[in-house]
């Protein structure tokens, strides 16, 4: 199965536009906010499996374009909120100042609300869905952001900063709500929307591919942390380890933490064999999930 990885970029792109707002007689700097944040680049990793994921189980990438622009706007949520004083403290995101260094700190909060809010008006109204599983997925959505999932790793983490390195295990449990969670969510939603009703044995299966892959991710991340400059990075290198975070490479060692990301990444695959999806889109996303490690 052919993956273009930069058409599916282009449609991603296009849809996040065509949901943004353009203009707003009562708060056109929120929407300048919101433009800035959403249109200013990044990997759209998450999207791209939502999309790959539908494509793999032999949907179209066209009908998942809503609920992988629903999962970018939370990614993007989350961006503005983990960057505020209040969060990691971060002025740089993506290369260009993080938006409450571009605004002002009450913009960004209140963009990151607008954008969270944006994201489910988004996938409530994906016509390219039943109703039925839209309501479905917007219950995996809500669980996966909120409490139980990304909003709850966030807690984990700024309570855990500062202290002593935790033990691995609960590392990896943080980030598996933190960033896990979401990965997750995106397989899911793409996986609906090609199978709305998809037997429960295959939907766990790309469940845990989506874990795995999210894993990975966050290993491969909090390596990069250590090992990448700020202008490779695109946002501000070794602010982990300066504000006593909790990531894999300071439990373990950089070396184990490159294992672990090659495990993850292999558990990954594992599941996707399992599926009888040992190429294609998805295998192509697994490893830019890793391909970053250095």
């Known amino acids: 199965m052919t993956f273009d990885r930069a058409k599916f970029a282009s449609a991603i792109e296009a849809a996040l536009e065509s949901h943004l707002p353009r203009n707003s007689d009562i708060a056109p700097h929120l929407v300048e906010a919101l ?52 969060m990691d403290d971060d002025d740089l995101r993506r290369g260009r100042p993080s938006c409450h260094a571009a605004f002002d700190e009450a913009t960004a909060i209140l963009a990151g609300d607008a954008m969270q809010a944006l994201a489910f008006e988004v996938l409530a109204g994906a016509e390219s869905v039943p109703p039925p599983t839209r309501v479905r997925m917007i219950g995996l959505l809500a669980a996966a952001v909120g409490w139980p999932g990304m909003v709850g790793g966030q807690a984990f983490d700024i309570a855990a900063t500062g202290g002593d390195i935790l033990p691995i295990d609960q590392i990896l449990q943080m980030h598996a709500t933190k960033t896990g969670a979401l990965f997750r969510a995106s397989v899911q939603l793409g996986g609906l929307t090609a199978e709305p009703d998809i037997d429960a044995p295959r939907f766990q299966s790309l469940t845990a591919f989506g874990e795995a892959v999210g894993a990975a991710f966050q290993i491969v991340d909090d390596i990069l942390d250590v090992t990448q400059s700020s202008e490779t990075l695109g946002k501000n290198a070794g602010s982990d380890t300066d504000q006593g975070k909790n990531t894999v490479p300071a439990a373990v060692g950089l070396n184990r933490a490159r294992a672990m990301a090659m495990e993850a990444h292999e558990s990954a695959l594992g599941h996707l064999e399992s599926l009888g999806l040992s190429d294609g889109p998805l295998v192509e996303l697994a490893d830019a999930a890793v391909n970053r490690i250095s």
């Open 35 to 86: 433009r800035y944040m959403a249109l200013g680049g990044g990997k759209r990793l998450r999207p791209a499996i939502v999309c790959g994921t539908c494509v793999a189980l032999g949907g179209s990438m066209e009908d998942a374009l809503d609920p992988a622009a629903a999962v970018e706007f939370l990614h993007t949520y989350s961006l503005i909120h983990d960057d505020l004083p209040a």
